[in-house]
């Protein structure tokens, strides 16, 4: 594990030429802001650089990286990974790089495993977006065209500046991509002001079928496949909906179960309210973290349910 | 107009005592959080201070003021207004010391009526608690007592940094705020992921019973009395309603129609497609900002809708 600091991996990106950058699969707003701002940051020092295709963003991201796309038969010098914290995390082009080899890692996650020649890792930022700023801030001035993407990668990471992981730091990186003129208006209403017509339908279908338990602390939504149906919705309009119901005044625990189209049910627990959501999870089989986990159940909504709400009550008693 | 500068004002704060605080009727985040930040200011300097009873304060903002409110009977010295644009936005005990008169006025309303003695405003600010931040900062260390309420003001006034008035000192305040220890996290939880059980039934009911028009461009929400009661839902629930049919995707007018109980409509136009929504609310008496417009109607909601939707096409038909 060959550790370099921010200001040795702007050396580096200084020293080397014809990149490839590298984003995790099931790409969010920080790999994807990360990969654009870099690109953008390389190609003001005058280097050759393009993402690797095949990132799978989808329409919220995928116009960031607009440009930057690496042209077929493309041949890189020097492949650098950005937020991806482990091998089982490339994208299936980017796996054929991982064999090649990864030459520089950028990353926030404390569970990187150090699959390159050279990482830079600072697990204390809220988004890796903050690490490539200060990158890109050694190198020269930081563009509006580096702004933009860097700027979705860090709102977007940290819910806007409201998850625990925001800092001191990600406000100061804020302002000083603001002060490079970018219309950070726009970019928050794209991103955490608007609502798909099918989402909201979920939404509203939810509030109407969910059920509650031990006074509300405990919410729980069955998601069918019919429900889906229903609302026109797909996978897109689902993201995060495990927070829609941790944002009720009241719940502790939010529970979500999504009916498989394969048989069986997918659940994610959330709490805020001391409860342990892996304890919970593992009963069933499943992991995760002490405020966020999940677990997969076999049988029908109803069945998952009950097992769901067993394996909350078994982690109560034992642990009040 | 005696225009104070910030720094001018931490002089004036430094040499007087004896103070009492103003908030503006129907208190937001923004007065309740520069009054309580100022009030514990002041108290760190070693000053008599407290905010003027009667200021209104929800359930979300009252806990800020706790500890801070004035004795009855207290006499001040030297009176001060934070956030206060107007004559005609003072409370009604605040009315008294208006008519004693205000010794310092500290607010970032372009509107100012320059009522004090003394005024410290600056309209580019976010929010008036960026300003009070300034200000205590001149005058010793920022406390978590004082640290909380302001990160309330800013958050609050700024959408959570998401509102255009959201500038890059905003941020770098915020930054300032947070490394006095505070837990940001709680506050945005309590002020931005909290929905009650009423809002949440209200959001369902929109969605169910609005009205779409221009493929999906217009949105107008008829909003009865009964369904507010169906709702289960008091005016506090229904803070930024217009705010939730504005953020549905591809939704450039939002228009919510209110049963007002003493007959007749309230209305309230949101635009962000470039209809001017004061020019259709002045076709009915009303008026208000380019992009946020209201009116009143005589009659029922689906009149107030015809007349509304009238107004709109009156007005694209003339300015295209």
Chains 1, 2 share one sequence.
Request: aromatic letters at 6%; hydrophobic letters at 40%; proline letters at 3%.
């Amino acid at each position: 594990m060959n550790s370099i600091t921010y200001q040795e991996a702007a050396a580096f990106l200084r020293e080397h030429d014809r990149y490839l950058i590298l984003t995790h699969k099931r790409p969010d707003g920080d790999t994807v802001g990360c990969a654009a701002g870099l690109c953008a940051g390389l190609r003001a020092l005058g280097k050759q650089a393009h993402v690797c295709p095949g990132t799978g963003a989808t329409h919220l991201f995928a116009p960031y990286l607009e440009g930057y796309l690496a042209p077929e038969g493309y041949v890189p010098d020097t492949v650098v990974s950005v937020d991806i914290a482990a091998r089982g995390l490339f994208t299936q082009e980017g796996e054929t790089w991982l064999e090649r080899g990864v030459d520089l890692a950028i990353d926030h996650h404390p569970s990187q495993e150090f699959f390159a020649g050279v990482t830079c890792l600072d697990a204390g930022r809220g988004a890796c977006g903050e690490l490539i700023y200060d990158i890109l801030a050694q190198l020269g001035p930081v563009t509006a065209a580096m702004a933009v993407p860097l700027y979705v990668a860090v709102s977007t990471d940290t819910g806007c500046f409201q998850y625990s992981n925001t800092t001191a730091t990600t406000h100061r990186i804020a302002a000083a991509l603001m002060e490079t003129g970018i219309d950070t208006f726009a970019l928050n209403k794209r991103h955490f002001r608007t609502k798909s017509w099918a989402r909201l339908q979920v939404e509203r279908l939810l509030v109407e079928r969910m059920h509650r338990y031990e006074d509300g602390k405990i919410a729980v939504a069955p998601i069918s496949l019919s429900l889906m149906d229903e609302a026109g919705a797909t996978e897109e309009d689902m993201e995060d909906i495990a927070a829609f119901l941790g944002q009720i005044e009241g719940v502790e625990t939010s529970i979500t179960i999504r009916e498989k189209a394969e048989g069986g049910c997918k659940l994610s627990v959330r709490t805020s309210g001391g409860l342990n959501a892996t304890r919970v999870c593992a009963l069933l089989g499943g992991g995760g973290h002490a405020a966020a986990a999940g677990c997969s159940v076999q049988g029908s909504l109803a069945q998952a349910e009950e097992a769901i709400l067993a394996a909350v009550r078994q982690v109560e008693a034992a642990h009040g």
